[in-house]
């Protein structure tokens, strides 16, 4: 549907939402209609002085008619909240090779981070036709990652992390809007999604500013922040090594089990004495307050980098060759390209 009157749809979500929305429209309409019709039918038919039968109706009409249209009804209303249900269920798993890039949003504007490191403010550039997915979270207050064209709109948190995914269909710029009043500034809190073909995206990407590769700042920070001192492996305390736990099921001193994801790391920087694993004591300082979000987001793609299979990364500082994919960045994407983690399809919190 292109037309002055009604927004691209630019995302394959966005033609889903737009074909639910046509049949509820056209649904009402004829419902509109007849209600109408009938209506004005009676007005005539039974108006004052007029001959029309006012008897009672036959049996067969108030009992068969009553059953026909309630279970019409019903029958019409489970397959619109099937329908519509399945839609919005299936938008909440992305796909395993979708590129991942982060969003930190703060009073006013959107910080995002492509998987390589290249940072963006109040713009996103994404490849078409490539599944996206987003992992989210915000430096202070609460708001809400709208991209109208593609039918995404979804809360950004302080202390959470929130995912979401799209998949472009079309060309060009897509306004970026804050949809979560967040103080005086929010109206201005805007921003643009651009959609390159991927030959465009990959060498776009390749021209960025040497972006610091998230995980080799995370792998910085693993020894500016302290963490070294315990969890490398050369530490004498004894604190849990993290080569290839990422992904993996961590066992906890309270008896439960749990999949060492983005969340879990998270929660073990901010707020150690929450999750014990199973066979330490629980020495580890909180780095709450210290450590920013980006920090936190840095450390975890270091840890999923060594769960990859990747030890440290002494690889030449710079711009990684994104257009020839070079293995021994672990966490490399060019469009299509599938990331190397493997990991249990979680729906986002
Ligand atoms: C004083 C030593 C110490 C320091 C410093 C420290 N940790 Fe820990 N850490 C531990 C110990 C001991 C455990 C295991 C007990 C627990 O879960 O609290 C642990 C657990 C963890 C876990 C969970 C690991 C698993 O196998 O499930 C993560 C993730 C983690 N630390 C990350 C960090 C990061 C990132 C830093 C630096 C910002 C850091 N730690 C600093 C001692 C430390
Ligand atoms: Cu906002």
């Known amino acids: 549907m292109s037309s002055e009157l009604f927004l691209a749809a630019a995302s394959t979500q966005a033609g889903s939402t737009d074909r639910i929305f046509f049949v509820l429209v056209a649904l009402a309409g004829l419902i509109i209609l007849f209600v109408t019709a009938l209506v004005t039918i009676f007005a005539i038919r039974f108006r004052r002085g007029s001959r029309a039968k006012r008897g009672e109706l036959p049996r067969i009409i108030s009992r068969e008619f009553e059953l026909g249209w309630t279970a019409a009804t019903l029958f019409v209303f489970l397959f619109l909240f099937w329908w519509a249900g399945s839609t919005q ?6 796909p395993k090779s979708a590129l991942e890039m982060h ?16 940072r963006e403010i109040n713009e996103l550039h994404v490849p078409i036709d490539t599944p996206v997915r987003l992992v ?21 948190l302080p202390g959470r992390y929130t ?35 991927q030959s465009d995206y990959t060498r776009w ?21 302290g963490c070294a001192g315990c969890h490398a492996p050369s530490s004498r305390v004894h604190a849990p090594r993290f080569a290839g736990i990422y992904g993996r099921e961590a066992q906890l001193a309270s008896g439960k089990r749990t999949v ?20 330490y004591e629980p020495i ?23 769960a990859a299979g990747a030890t440290g990364r002494k690889g030449a500082a710079g711009t990684p060759n994104v257009l020839s994919g070079t293995p021994e960045r672990s966490l490399a994407v060019s469009p299509g390209d599938v990331l190397p983690r493997d990991r249990s399809e979680r729906a986002p919190q």
Not at 260 to 279: E, F, H, K, T, W
Not at 285 to 292: C, E, K, N, R, V
């Open 163 to 197: 995912e979401t995914w799209f998949t472009p269909t079309k060309l060009g710029a897509f306004h970026l809007f804050c949809a979560e009043y967040c103080g005086t500034n929010h109206s201005r809190m805007l921003g643009r999604i651009v959609v390159m073909t």
């Open 136 to 156: 989210m979270t915000s430096q202070d207050v609460i708001h809400s990652f709208f991209i109208p064209a593609f039918r995404l709109k979804k809360d950004v």
């Open 205 to 225: 990407l390749a021209a960025q500013p040497e972006g610091d590769d998230l995980a080799r700042s995370g792998a910085a920070l693993f020894v500016a922040a």
């Open 260 to 279: 060492v994801d983005d969340a879990y790391i998270r929660n073990s920087i901010l707020q150690p004495r929450r999750d014990i694993v199973a066979g």
């Open 103 to 118: 969003v930190v949003a703060k009073q006013w504007m959107w910080k995002t981070q492509h998987a390589n490191g290249a």
């Open 89 to 94: 269920l299936s938008a909440l798993v992305p």
């Open 284 to 306: 580890m300082p909180s780095f709450a307050g210290i450590l920013s979000d980006g920090d936190v987001m840095a450390l975890t793609s270091y840890i999923r980098s060594l």
